[in-house]
């Protein structure tokens, strides 16, 4: 009896030695499975900054370039005109173009669009050759460049609120319209009235004949 006790609990003991390291390696196996599903589950959610169309996302990458460009040629045109009428122009140019920044770089924020952080070579380069100019001479060269480069904007804007995919930048180029149509109107009323420059698209730093004065008032071109 006693020997068939042993062998009874030899056996048993034996079985146990084979299960408990198949049981562990179950045990441990679990929260493996449990992280893989949890890792499917993160990668097949949307992701928060949501997606853009790409012709989209470019679209907000150069108005963000435009923004610093005219903010800072705001600010070299409050330093270097003598013209009250242009300071004024640039301050509002200023101030309007950092409130379109901020809506710019919130659009690009939910949508996840890395936005330039620096001007575009060629704003960079109307920049340096402006802050050379004081004046009269700067508010010609000024003024002919901000009504080009607002006439060329609004039809970017116009095109843009048609064709654009995402409903935050379809609105915000068709809200942003007025504000940039605004700017070419001011541009061109304290523009040479004569300067074919501002509508043909002559050169930023072009000649200063017929430009207005330091007094605001119209000069007249000697015949």
Do not use: C, W
């Not at 009504?147 to 930048?169: L, N, T, Y």
């Amino acid at each position: 009896m006693k020997s068939a006790n042993r062998l009874f609990l030899s056996l048993l003991a034996a079985a146990l030695l084979v299960a408990l390291p198949a049981l562990a390696q179950q045990g441990s196996s679990a929260p493996a499975m449990d992280q893989n599903s949890q890792t499917i589950a993160a990668s097949s959610a949307p992701a928060s900054t949501g997606s853009m169309d790409q012709a989209d996302a470019q679209f907000l990458k150069k108005a963000a370039e435009d923004d610093m460009a005219e903010i800072q040629l705001g600010q070299l045109a409050m330093q270097n005109s003598t013209n009250n009428d242009v300071k004024a122009f640039a301050k509002q140019l200023v101030e309007d173009h950092t409130k379109d920044l901020e809506k710019v770089k919130s659009i690009a924020e939910q949508k996840g669009v890395q936005l330039p952080t620096s001007l575009d070579p060629k704003d960079q380069k109307t920049l340096d050759e402006l802050s050379k100019l004081h004046g009269q001479p700067f508010d010609t060269a000024f003024l002919r460049h901000e009504a080009r480069d607002h006439s060329k904007d609004i039809a970017k804007f116009k095109d843009e609120s048609k064709k654009a995919q995402d409903p935050a930048v379809k609105s915000y180029a068709e809200n942003d319209v007025h504000t940039l149509q605004h700017h070419l109107q001011i541009a061109r009323n304290l523009g040479p009235a004569s300067d074919t420059a501002i509508n043909s698209g002559g050169g930023a730093l072009g000649s200063s004949t017929g430009a207005r004065g330091d007094n605001g008032k119209q000069q007249q071109t000697p015949r």
